[in-house]
């Protein structure tokens, strides 16, 4: 399908479309919203698209949503983040991200989490695990929504003409939009790849519970490294004798060369 075809399409169904994509999104599938977003913003323009019915249906969906994973976060706590986060391209620093940002701006920073990619989904449950009450969530979680969604819409209304003249452009162009989603696919497969091979290289440096506890025994120099999240030991506050916490992030130059002069054990969730 050429660009020209889905302009096409989005005028005739985007109030159903859109909010299949923004649920995408929210579960962590990289489609193509905030494009969809600008063209119906420029289709609106040339009053062949309607913008409040647009962003009242992705409202209503987008709040269900959200709702049902804030639901699952504060009934369930934090090892449901730890679950979604492996959706994200970059699990690794998504929980830890996402708590920063959480506990630095509370819940003002749902206004800005679809902004941010892999945010839309882990800030709704991260909310429920902070105990934010439901009817202020309701509130950020819409502000935070219509934000989103006007925001691009009105960008594409504003640039309805240019947007146009780039889908024309674009239509005429079918190979290299092929490029560019290739392109796009590559990183993503790309990504993935170096993931596995990292785990697998820490799988290969792994030592098992009952190594570990029979070389303490014995009395050898090992530091174990506790370096799970905040949000992960209050979740689990549990951790191996004589272990020390340390969180990535405020980790300094000395502390690593402090660690350095002996033999290491890191472990997290």
Known sequence: MNPADSLELLARYGAVILPILVVAEQ??????????LLGVGALAATGRGSIPLVLGAITVVALTVDLAWYEVGRRRGAPVLARLCRLSLEPDSCIRRTQDIFVRYGVRGMLVAKFLPGLTTVM???A?????GRLRFVCYE???VLLWAGLWTWVGYLFS???TTIVAQLARLERAVGVVAAV????????YVRRRLFL??????????ETLKSRLAAGEAVMIVDLRTRLEVEATPFAIPGSRWMSIDELDQHQWEFLRSRELVLYCS
């Open 142 to 144: 819409i502000l935070g």
């Open 184 to 191: 796009v696919a590559g990183y993503i497969v790309a990504k």
């Open 161 to 163: 003409d240019a947007i």
């Open 200 to 209: 697998r290289a820490l799988r290969i440096a792994r030592i098992t519970p």
């Open 124 to 126: 709704p449950p991260m």
């Open 128 to 132: 429920g695990i902070f105990g934010v």
């Open 27 to 36: 579960v962590g599938v990289p489609l193509p919203a905030v494009p969809a």
